[in-house]
């Protein structure tokens, strides 16, 4: 069994394009959901997805502080409701993609498998994915709003299931596809000498990271590439093969779910 994310960044247009203030708000890529959902379709065994929440979680998400852990009491039901809604409006857009490729999906929502607490995964049930499997279908999960005992809602991240579903099914292979190559020494939007790291340790992590918290600019109210890093770290640790690759890069996904090399950054 193998498990992905789809990056929120791969499947809608998240980042503030140059030059302007906005972030694009609810923009679904087709076009790369589609080269996504077919290569998927071609890769061998079962298969676990999950995807990320991208312009229709992150954005209301910040704007109603909804990823704030010091709350004193719960968000505007109004606020819950609305990206709530959201993240199934691109949940709905990638199952039916994932169907018009031939991938036999069906939807896992996190708020009725995860409880939160202080904003991190408190239970985890996998009854259902198990079961979905068992029928031949393809779960689907992604980032949502949970039920959160101590702050009421709060945000449950997609890379945060991934480890949850790492730890549960201890699967071959665990694959994050993002619009990047991979982890870089630094930023190579802002570096042109920038460098792909090939394999992660928890060493080079260590250097990496020391004194540096997520640096992903523009709004990712769930940490960026560093929390993704830090999830991989954990997969790995779990003796889970972990890459982290750039899904607009035609291919790379197919064939890292067939077990060859790709360009990318492996735990
Ligand atoms: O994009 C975030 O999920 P992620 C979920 O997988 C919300 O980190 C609601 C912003």
């Known amino acids: 069994m193998q498990i992905v994310k789809l990056g929120g960044s791969l499947i809608t247009a998240k980042r503030t394009r140059k030059g302007s203030r906005q972030t694009p708000l609810k923009m679904f890529r087709a076009a790369q959901a589609e080269s996504a959902a077919a290569e998927l379709a071609r890769a061998p065994g079962p298969l676990v997805l999950v ?112 480890y949850e579903l790492a730890k549960a099914f201890k699967p071959e292979r665990a694959v994050f596809a993002a619009d990047v190559d991979g982890v870089y020494d630094s930023d190579p939007r802002i570096n042109k000498n920038a460098r792909l790291i090939a394999r992660m340790t928890p060493e080079r992590f260590k250097e990496l990271t020391c004194g540096v918290k997520n640096e992903e ?31 607009l890069k035609k291919g790379r996904l197919k064939k890292a779910l067939n077990g060859e090399k790709v360009i990318g950054t492996y735990f």
């Open 51 to 162: 995807h990320g929440a991208g312009s229709f979680g992150h954005v209301k998400a910040h704007k109603y502080g909804l990823h704030k852990r010091n709350r004193t009491r719960p968000p505007k039901s109004k606020a819950i409701t609305e990206v709530s809604n959201d993240v199934r409006e691109l949940n709905l857009k990638f199952m039916r993609t994932l169907e018009e490729n031939g991938v036999h999906g069906i939807s896992v929502p996190p708020n009725v498998t995860i409880t939160n607490r202080k904003g991190k995964i408190n239970s985890f049930d996998s009854k259902f994915y198990k079961k979905y499997l068992e029928l031949d279908l393809v779960p689907v999960s992604f980032g949502d709003l949970v039920y959160d005992i101590t702050l009421g809602i709060s945000i449950c991240s997609g890379d945060d299931i991934m």
């Open 217 to 247: 600019p523009g709004i990712d109210v769930t940490g960026g590439m560093y929390r993704k890093i830090e999830v991989c770290e954990a997969i790995a640790s779990l003796g889970v093969e972990c890459i982290i690759l750039n899904g």
